[in-house]
C-alpha cells in the first residue's frame, strides 16, 4: 500500500518534471537559432535575407536560401532543395511542412512546421 501511495503522489510530479525539461531543451535548440525566427510549440516563421549565403537552423534542421523572383523561392531545406509558390499549400520537405509566406526586395518569410 505504501508503494501504490508514493506512484501516486510522485508521479505527476515526474510527469511535470518531464515537460518541464522538454520545454527548456526545445527553448535551448530555439535559441540557438537566428533573430529572424519566431517560434511557437510546433511552428516556425522564418525570415531569410535574400543573400546568396543566407541561412538560419529551425526545428533542428538546417534552411539556406538558394534564389527567388517575384513569387517562387527556392531553398535547401534539410539537404533536399525545394521550389515554393507564394500562397502554395505548405510541402512535406525533410520532416518539416514549409510554406512561402511573403517574398520582398531584401528578404523572404517562410512558415515551417512539424
Do not use: H, Y
Amino acid at each position: 500500500m505504501r508503494t501504490l501511495a508514493w506512484v501516486l503522489t510522485f508521479e505527476p510530479r515526474r510527469r511535470i518534471a518531464a515537460v518541464l525539461v522538454s520545454a527548456a531543451l526545445g527553448a535551448a535548440l530555439l535559441t540557438g537559432c537566428s533573430d529572424d525566427l519566431s517560434c511557437g510549440v510546433d511552428q516556425c516563421t522564418v525570415t531569410i535575407q535574400r543573400e546568396t549565403d543566407a541561412s538560419v537552423s529551425v526545428l533542428g534542421v538546417e534552411a539556406a536560401f538558394i534564389s527567388a523572383d517575384d513569387n517562387t523561392v527556392t531553398l535547401s531545406v534539410g539537404g533536399e532543395q525545394v521550389t515554393l509558390t507564394k500562397g502554395q499549400q505548405a510541402v512535406d520537405v525533410a520532416g518539416l511542412q514549409v510554406s512561402l509566406s511573403n517574398v520582398t526586395q531584401s528578404a523572404i518569410q517562410v512558415q515551417v512546421a512539424r
